[in-house]
């Protein structure tokens, strides 16, 4: 299957991403991931990203989009993958099924982890990190810098929301509750539903 997953800050959506891939024998495809595999490999569109990056400017769509193309193109994704953290726009989105219908595809289902803001800020707020053997609050999770991811998600990303819902490809799943029960609600949405063997109950805020 061909699936995006998408979700706010503290959603969980990087532990179900790697989750729900590995249950769908597909890889877990993250940005991130391919930002650092470009300008790493100084490719040519990773060179053209870190000009952009060193200026401390956005890569432009084209760029990204053509990075994220590249990957999808790649021999392990023929058959399936699963996008985390792209499309973020819906100008990205269009592109990408642009691209997708280039290489013969088109995507199966659309996630949408949905949790409530005031959950959202509790769990990002709850995080710690490890610094010089003691746990300390990141900057970026307190609660008023929580509050503006959230705010910026909302006006960039959630109208992704509706965009898929428009052509019929988005499914929402209650990301509350361990993360085996939204794994297996994922999966229901898949339809692929069953026991969540694998998952585990740890902190679900990660992504």
Avoid: C
């Amino acid at each position: 299957m061909r699936v995006v997953l998408l979700g706010p800050p503290g959603a969980g959506k990087g532990t179900q991403a790697q989750i729900i891939a590995r249950k769908l024998s597909a890889p877990a495809i993250s940005t991130g991931d391919i930002f650092r595999a470009n300008v790493s490999g100084q490719t040519d569109l990773g060179r053209q990203a870190k000009v952009y990056m060193d200026a401390g400017d956005l890569v432009p769509d084209e760029i990204t989009v053509a990075m994220v193309s590249d990957r999808l193109a790649e021999p392990d994704a023929v058959d399936g993958f699963l996008l985390d953290g792209f499309p973020r726009t819906i100008a990205q989105a269009e592109q990408l099924q642009t691209s997708l219908s280039g290489l013969g595809q088109a995507l199966d289902r659309v996630l949408e982890l949905v949790v409530d803001e005031e959950e959202l800020v509790r769990r990002l707020s709850d995080r710690r990190m490890l610094v010089d053997g003691e746990w300390v609050q990141r900057g970026d999770d307190e609660p008023g810098t929580v509050r503006h991811r959230l705010e910026v998600y909302r006006e960039q990303t959630s109208p992704l929301s509706g965009f898929y819902g428009g052509i019929g490809l988005l499914s929402r799943i209650d990301a509350i509750g361990e993360i085996d029960e939204v794994t297996e609600r994922a999966m229901t949405a898949l339809g692929k539903g069953g026991a969540a063997e694998g998952a585990s109950s740890a902190d679900p805020t990660a992504g």
